[in-house]
């Protein structure tokens, strides 16, 4: 898939054609994926979908969905034309990234939540991560994953409605994650907030391993509750305690503290004024401020 290292000098060195190989056993399939499965989500084994390329992998799960496809079906694309992030941004995705997006039964877990949904995705990701990488990445609310303050992966849930019930009918999960893109290959604006986690192509397989660990975390037998996804979150959740930049748009940015999180997973902030707010995740952005 990844094959921008076809050439090989004579003065290769073998750790060289080692990360030769590794590239070149990136495709991500249904069949490579299922070689992890475990915990419960063998069962969805059939339900993989994976695509050369998709403008959205979260725009075809949407109209798969409304066509009645089940829970844990789940849709791959190997990059995307037409990525979509949070607040109508657009998110990066050549080949190389991971794009995922799952399409849940809500009756399936304890919770009807978006934002516990978006929650159990970060941990998701994260234990996923630090099991294939020995890294272990901070969460930024709501949805964004960092290493050294870089983002990594960014979630979009998104809730269907059933127009006769007016209920939540399904929720399709969109996760992206900077797998294998090299440093150079993002565009000039992401360079220093973005990273991935193998830009050199070291780890075989990180796509399909990523995919099965993700889905092994979410379409588990045994599924967390609301309270244990959001203490990992928590326990992940870098800024606690920091101060952040909250920008709404047409707003002023304005600083203010991350103080606690609460038991829906919005985040209480202090403004300067002493004044205490709960964020829910809506129109929000969060800058994070180093140091
Ligand atoms: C964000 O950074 O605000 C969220 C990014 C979510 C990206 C994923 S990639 C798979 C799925 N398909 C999309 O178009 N978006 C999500």
Known sequence: MDNTQSGKMDNTSSREIYNISARETDNISAEGIRRFLRGGSEKYRERIRVYPVLASTNITAKELAAAGAEHGTVILADRQTKGRGRLEHSFFSPAGGLYM????????????????????????????????????????????????????????????????????????????????????????????????????????????????GIMNRILTDNPPNQKEILDCYRRRLGMLGKTVVVLRPGCEPVPAVAEELDESGALIVRFEDDRREILSSGEIHLRTIKG
Do not use: H, Y
């Not at 990701?125 to 901070?138: A, D, L, N």
């Not at 999960?173 to 992401?190: K, S, T, W, Y």
């Open 101 to 212: 997006s799952l399409i849940l039964e809500p009756a399936a877990f304890a919770f009807r939540d978006v934002t516990i949904i978006t929650a159990m995705a970060a941990t998701a990701v994260c234990g996923t991560v630090e099991e294939i990488t020995g890294r272990s990445p901070e969460i930024k609310w709501v949805n964004d994953l960092l290493l050294d303050g870089k983002k990594i992966c960014g979630i979009l849930a998104e809730g269907i409605i059933d127009p006769k019930s007016g209920g939540l009918s399904s929720v399709v999960l969109g996760i992206g994650v900077n797998a294998r893109i090299r440093q150079e290959d993002f565009p000039e604006e992401l360079r220093d907030i973005a990273v991935s986690l193998d830009p050199k192509g070291i780890i075989p397989d990180i796509r399909n391993r990523l995919a099965a």
